[in-house]
């Protein structure tokens, strides 16, 4: 792993270190460890976060960040027990790691996990009408992909039907040709695999069939240039897809992360579009 890979899965723990604690909080039920996928070389799991209540209720798939090659969905556990808190089930899920799994690897484990959620909404009490999906960084791209990707499928595929997006690389058709920086995670560099770089580019994918996006983004951030987001929200916005994008002010890209306006921000977009008053 590279020197900045590093850095950024090992501020992404600094960042769950430096957050506020989760307080405990009785009424809400963690069902730990549950099998989503099964790989060759990994077993693929998923933390589940249940409010009170009988529901169904409305569902989020929250998804780390750690650079596509590392991290942890216990990253996620402040997150996710926010929104447990405000009536959300949530599923915090885990994916294969490049480089040992280059993409598509890290999509078709989200998929995966968005199909379990799915088919186990029953036990779950989850409508499955209401879900929607929560990531940061790597994971606000995977989040992103996922929901666009989904919706060119039609109706018949399992569908986010809102997200929310910090910190996002939305756009890899601008990378320099000849860099190798993201060859670990796409294979090689855009002159070689120009394919693999726009399947991965969630703007790629953006139809009038793409659900609403909410973008958090760093205005200090030098890992992910807000502009890559800001394009995909642009093209959301022009296809009149309802799109909000918050900047974090003076915030780089791992401070953005524990931002508590973004997040209470993000939490009304959510209530607007799953539509939260109906359990």
């Known amino acids: 792993m ?9 501020f992404f723990a600094f960042a769950v ?16 460890d549950l099998i989503f996928a099964q790989r060759e070389d990994k077993t693929l799991k998923a933390d589940l976060y249940l409010p009170p209540g009988e529901g169904p209720f409305p569902a989020i798939l ?5 650079a596509w090659a590392g991290g942890s969905r216990s990253h996620m556990t402040t997150h996710a027990m926010y929104l447990a808190n405000n009536g959300y089930a949530v599923a915090a899920i885990t994916y294969r790691f490049a480089p040992n799994h280059i993409f598509p690897a890290q999509l078709e484990d989200c998929q995966a996990a968005l199909n379990w959620l799915v088919d186990n909404a029953n036990e779950f009490h989850i409508d499955t009408d209401r879900v929607g999906g929560w990531g ?11 929901a666009a990707v989904e919706a060119e499928k039609g109706p018949g595929a399992p569908q986010l039907k809102a997200v929310v997006a910090g910190g996002a690389p939305c756009d890899f058709t601008r990378e320099p040709p000849r860099s190798e920086r993201l060859k670990f995670f796409l294979g090689g560099s855009r002159a070689d695999v120009p394919g693999t770089y726009e ?8 139809t009038a ?3 609403p ?3 958090f983004h760093g205005t200090n951030d030098s890992v992910v240039p807000m502009r890559n987001a800001e394009v995909m929200h642009d093209k959301l916005s022009s296809l009149g897809i309802p799109t909000t994008f918050y ?3 003076g915030r780089g890209h791992l401070s953005t992360f524990i931002d508590p306006q973004a997040k209470q921000e993000a939490l009304k977009f959510l209530d607007g579009h799953l539509k939260l008053g109906k359990s």
Request: aromatic share 6%.
């Open 2 to 10: 590279t020197a900045w890979k590093t850095i950024i899965v090992a």
């Open 17 to 32: 270190l430096a957050g506020p604690a989760v307080a405990e909080t009785p009424s809400i039920r963690k069902v730990p």
């Open 62 to 66: 929250m998804i780390h960040g750690g």
């Open 136 to 146: 940061y960084s790597a994971g606000g791209h995977l989040a992103c992909l996922v």
């Open 199 to 206: 399947e991965a580019s969630p703007l790629s994918h953006v």
């Open 209 to 211: 069939k793409c659900p």
């Open 213 to 215: 996006i909410f973008f």
């Open 247 to 249: 900047k974090a002010e």
